[in-house]
Nanobody
Framework: VQLVESGGGLVQSGGSLFLSCAVS????????TKWYRQPPGKGLEWVST???????YYAPAVKGRFTVSKLNAKNMLYLQMDSLQPNDTAIYYC?????RGQGTLVIVSS
């Protein structure tokens, strides 16, 4: 199983970023997958979960601003992040069970 995140970067407050996660070793269409983030100096925070039937759940801090999705045909996961705020600054990880990728860094400047 391997997950590889991409799409992070530096963005101004109020801006948007689109994160991608390339998956191998399992099928996103049949797995429960999650996004987590780790702010500087803090622990992992759950961000979102997407189920095989496309049901989605979000942490209160990101609900209404972030949208998780997947493309079964390409075995990809995505996280659209809008209205970004400085406290969204973190390394973002896509995960399956206890396996995660190397992460992608998102920095939101004020």
């Amino acid at each position: 199983v391997q997950l590889v995140e991409s799409g992070g970067g530096l963005v101004q407050s109020g801006g948007s970023l689109f994160l991608s996660c390339a998956v191998s070793g399992f099928t996103v269409g049949t797995a429960v997958t999650k996004w987590y983030r780790q702010p500087p100096g803090k622990g992992l925070e759950w961000v979102s979960t997407i189920f095989p039937n496309d049901s989605q759940y979000y942490a209160p801090a990101v609900k209404g601003r972030f949208t998780v999705s997947k493309l079964n045909a390409k075995n990809m996961l995505y996280l659209q992040m809008d209205s970004l705020q400085p406290n969204d600054t973190a390394i973002y990880y896509c995960t399956k069970d206890d396996i995660r990728g190397q992460g992608t860094l998102v920095i939101v400047s004020s």
